[in-house]
């Protein structure tokens, strides 16, 4: 079993930045962020393995950068150039072997 809890979310105007942080309650090989918006499916934001391999989702490669540091067995998400349609709940999720183990959600709007 994995405890996750999520921090960091707020609102940001069009451009802005947030770091978004997630605390584990142990090591797991791949960690990573989703973000879902009401009436859509959980969709990927990024990824990343124990050694430090990252995935990207399309729509936030270049802005977003997933980092973790595993002597805290925390994970981070720092968001850059924010846009209107990155306005979602934010979840990380630890892989315990094939079972996802999922925070509370944290809300990111970005608005005017």
């Known amino acids: 079993q994995v405890q996750v809890v999520e921090s960091g979310g707020g609102l940001v105007q069009p451009g802005g930045s947030l770091r978004l942080s997630c605390a584990a309650s142990?090591?797991?090989?791949?960690m990573g962020w989703y973000r879902q918006v009401p009436g859509r499916e959980r969709e990927l934001v990024a990824i990343i393995t124990l050694g430090g391999g990252a995935t990207y989702a399309d729509s936030v490669e270049g802005r977003f950068v997933i980092s973790r540091d595993n002597a805290k067995n925390e994970l981070y998400l720092e968001m850059n150039n924010l846009e209107v349609e990155d306005t979602a709940v934010y979840y990380c999720?630890?892989?315990?072997?094939?079972?996802?183990?999922w925070g509370q959600g944290t809300q990111v709007t970005v608005s005017s």
């Open positions: 999720v630890a892989m315990w072997g094939s079972e996802p183990h």
């Open positions: 142990r090591t797991v090989f791949t």
